[in-house]
């Protein structure tokens, strides 16, 4: 059992910082999905992968993981640049087209 440790990011949908400064602890899928013949939905048995431990920090998550002998991987964030500029930069004389 393999599990990933990461630190989510945000959605689409927000535009600030919630729900991300937390750690996740996942469970890879250990088996394929399978498509159900009736509906035509994927499913699988596998039901490891449908959980998700939140944690306050990496660390955190890290010594969970070597408590109850789970192999882990981690996923560093990626750090967007941030390039600040003022909103007169638009009309300036001398900017770059």
Known sequence: ????????????????RAQTRHWCLE???????HLDPLMGWSGSSDTDK???MRFES???????????????QVQEPHRPKRRLK????????????
């Open 1 to 16: 059992m393999t599990a990933r440790i990461y630190q989510p990011t945000k959605t689409a949908m927000q535009s600030g």
């Open 27 to 33: 469970f890879e899928a250990a088996q394929a999905r």
């Open 50 to 52: 449908q959980v998700v």
């Open 58 to 72: 990496k660390q955190h998550a890290v010594a969970f993981a070597e408590k109850y002998g789970i192999d882990y």
């Open 86 to 97: 003022a909103y007169a930069d638009n009309f300036a004389y001398n900017r770059v087209r």
